[in-house]
């Protein structure tokens, strides 16, 4: 928008401050305008917690279940499942921590019509996401080949989530020791 208003006000096409249009934008609250006055964050957490354990239940065959961090020099542990498609995700039992993939979970919830910062900030204000942005080796500790991706850092020991990671099912892929 910067390079825009510098053309237009150079050839003296029309007066344009971006400053100003981004101003009128926060105050008339349109939409994609991430403000504290929206609908969303008037409302309580349980949205976000419903979207989040929903992500998580149709992600589960993409959520690697690991027995905790990855230690440098560690061997690598044997998958017993393969992952059903990309890794979303990473769940470490010890530690209780979940790790996911923010690129997949943000396109997720825009197919929902769900504004991913109203989401993340109203768990993150539930203690429930510890980090908002995390760059993470989701396959650490495996064979399966993987870049940093940023994630989010969820704490799996939080009330509203436990049972979503507590009672995974089989088909998700756990770690050998």
């Known amino acids: 928008m910067d390079v825009a208003a510098a053309i237009v006000n150079k050839l003296e096409i029309i007066r344009f401050d971006p400053e100003r249009i981004f101003n009128w934008a926060i105050k008339n609250n349109l939409p994609g305008i991430d403000d504290d006055s929206s609908e969303w964050r008037r409302t309580d957490t349980g949205g976000a917690v419903h979207y989040l354990n929903t992500y998580m239940d149709v992600m589960r065959g993409n959520i690697l ?20 498609g990309s890794i979303v995700g990473r769940y470490e039992q010890r530690g209780g921590r979940i790790y996911l993939a923010q ?62 990671v507590d009672n995974v099912p089989e088909n998700v892929i756990h770690m050998a020791r």
Request: hydrophobic share 40%.
């Open 65 to 84: 279940r690991m027995q905790g961090p990855f230690v440098n020099g560690q061997k690598a542990q044997v998958l017993t499942n393969e992952p059903r």
């Open 103 to 164: 690129a997949p979970f943000r396109e997720w919830l825009a197919g929902r019509q769900i504004n991913y910062r109203q989401l993340v900030r109203a768990l993150v204000d539930a203690k429930i996401v510890i980090s908002r942005s995390n760059y993470i080796t989701l396959g650490a500790g495996t064979d399966l080949p993987g870049g940093q991706v940023t994630c989010l850092e969820i704490n799996g020991e939080h009330v509203a989530i436990k049972g979503t």
